[in-house]
């Protein structure tokens, strides 16, 4: 199961590279989760966001455990992940993947992915992913507050200069 090897080592490496050769053009990663259906699906570009969002905010990001099955058309994979938040929190999250291969252009390529994942060991992640997005919305908000005000100074002296020319051609005249 050379792909399977190959699959975690560009993971935990954060190898958006490797990951996307790895995967077949349309595949799909299924999550386990909250919301309708129990989980959600996402595209190969945003699983490798994800991905690489993992690869950055996880220190000594490993998965240990690991035990595999071969199936007819792919793996299964139980494992824990493992890993330390910047802050030094510490992360374990087991989880079970089963992995769809198919030979396209004559190299296995993952089609599919289903993770069932204990959502519970996610939480901290999940929080560090929210302060960040929030962090990031009020650096935008303060980037437009300061564009308004740049905006505001600039019609100000507009007007001004426009008020002086008119003050201009009434003494003129």
């Known amino acids: 199961m050379d792909i399977a090897d190959r699959f975690i080592a560009a993971i935990t490496a954060g190898d958006v590279d490797a990951l996307r050769s790895l995967y077949a053009p349309g595949a799909r990663i299924w999550h386990n989760g909250p919301g309708a259906g129990g989980g959600a699906e996402q595209g190969v570009d945003d699983n490798l966001r ?24 792919g793996y299964v994979q139980r494992h824990v992940l493992r890993g330390e938040l910047p802050d030094g929190t510490a992360i374990e999250m087991a989880a079970c993947l089963f992995v769809t291969v198919d030979g396209v252009d004559g190299a296995p390529r993952i089609t599919r992915v289903e993770e069932y994942a204990d959502t519970r060991g996610s939480d901290p992640l999940r929080a560090l992913a929210a302060a960040q997005q929030a962090e990031r919305a009020e650096r935008k908000r303060q980037t437009e507050q300061v564009a308004q005000g740049e905006r505001v100074e600039q019609a100000e002296r507009v007007a001004q200069v426009a008020q002086g020319d008119r003050v201009e051609r009434v003494e003129r005249a």
């Not at 991905?51 to 007819?72: A, C, G, K, V």
Request: aromatic content about 12%; hydrophobic content about 30%; proline content about 8%.
């Open 50 to 73: 994800t991905l690489r969002w993992l690869s950055r905010n996880l220190r000594d990001f490993r998965y240990e455990e690991i035990r595999r099955d071969p199936l007819p058309d």
